[in-house]
């Protein structure tokens, strides 16, 4: 019998370094859980993040449970679907509703600084993997006060999914603790 895991996906210019990623590995340890939760660094190239995720999953030995936050909500519908696996989206990029023409240029990592040229090929890449949801996967995780991508955008895509949609907060999901023991429940833990 494998040993169940949870994939945690950060956002674009993110890391494992976010509060989220830190907060639900911290939560998981003192629970006896470390050795079930990983968070790779993601390349800013999204074939080569999601190559890189990929290996992971087939190399797992047990089920895996995706949580994505942001552009990792969108890899996490993605490999949700490759790979028929549950997934927690946190303010999850819709891409199909970016104009994503918009962050083509020098971005820069928020913890590590490194920078990189997000490029037209990258949004290309992007497009190329939107995947539609079948909603007995998904467990999505809005706040409406988020400031950097439309709720509602997520609502609409992952209409039959279930849903938790809560007044004010903002992009980084800031009710994110009070769901670390329902997000390890969906995930069999």
């Known amino acids: 019998m494998g040993r169940d895991l949870i994939l945690y996906l950060h956002g674009f210019c993110s890391s494992?370094?976010?509060?989220?990623?830190?907060?639900?590995?911290e939560f998981m340890a003192e629970r006896g859980l470390a050795a079930h939760f990983v968070c790779p660094q993601?390349?800013?190239?999204?074939?080569?993040?999601m190559a890189a995720v990929s290996a992971l999953i087939e190399a797992a030995s047990g089920p895996v449970t995706l949580v994505g936050s942001s552009l990792g909500g969108h890899y996490a519908n993605h490999l949700a679907e490759k790979?028929?696996?549950?997934a927690v989206l946190i303010n999850p990029a819709v891409v199909?509703?970016?104009?994503?023409?918009?962050?083509?240029?020098?971005?820069?990592?928020?913890?590590?600084?490194?920078r990189f040229i997000f490029?037209?090929?990258?949004?290309?890449?992007?497009?190329?993997?939107?995947?539609?949801p079948r909603p007995e996967r998904y467990w999505l995780l809005l706040e409406e006060g988020d400031e950097v991508l439309d709720y509602r955008q997520a609502q609409a895509f992952y209409a039959g999914c279930r849903q938790t949609v809560l007044?004010?907060?903002d992009h980084s999901f800031?009710?994110?603790?009070?769901?670390?023991?329902?997000?390890l429940e969906f995930a069999g833990l």
């Open 16 to 25: 494992p370094a976010s509060w989220k990623a830190r907060r639900l590995g």
């Open 42 to 49: 993601l390349s800013p190239v999204p074939d080569e993040a």
């Open 83 to 86: 790979y028929d696996l549950k």
């Open 96 to 114: 199909d509703g970016l104009d994503l023409g918009s962050f083509i240029g020098e971005q820069h990592n928020f913890h590590s600084g490194e």
């Open 119 to 132: 490029s037209a090929q990258h949004a290309a890449q992007l497009r190329a993997q939107v995947s539609r």
């Open 167 to 169: 007044a004010g907060g």
């Open 174 to 183: 800031t009710k994110f603790p009070d769901f670390m023991p329902q997000i």
